[in-house]
């Protein structure tokens, strides 16, 4: 009982910390890089910095849906065989 316990606190804290990513990496990306990269190193446009940011922001949300994939994947799997091993 305590074993799915811990486990499920481990979930809960991870899912909780890819969703705070989830929300903040990408609309922190979207507004350094229109302002920072694109607008200020780059010298685009504003309407060009809006759409190049966006796809910034768009990538992000694909990397940190990637990367918690990939470490649900591995977590899982992992418990799977300490439960099979028990």
Known sequence: YFRNEGSLTSTLRT???FTAL???LPVGLY??????????SLGMSERDSYFYAA???VVTVHVVLALFVYVAW?????????GKQD
């Open 55 to 57: 796809i910034v922001a």
């Open 22 to 24: 989830m929300i903040t």
């Open 74 to 82: 591995n977590e899982g799997s992992r418990q799977w065989r300490e």
């Open 15 to 17: 899912l909780l910390f």
């Open 31 to 40: 507004f350094s890089s229109k302002a920072y990269v694109f607008e200020g």
